[in-house]
């Protein structure tokens, strides 16, 4: 089990457990920008350079 922080774009911060394996699986690292899908899931944001 990891600790995520995510922090939105107004500065808050909120805290939550996350699967290593899910984090993994999903290439989320420290610094990706991140969402939560339909289902409450997190997903990682796409890139859009």
Known sequence: MAVVT????AGEE????AEDTMLYEKSINEGD???FDKDNK???ARNED
């Open 6 to 9: 995510l922090v939105n774009s």
């Open 14 to 17: 909120r805290k939550i457990k």
């Open 33 to 35: 920008k991140v969402y």
């Open 42 to 44: 997190l997903e990682k």
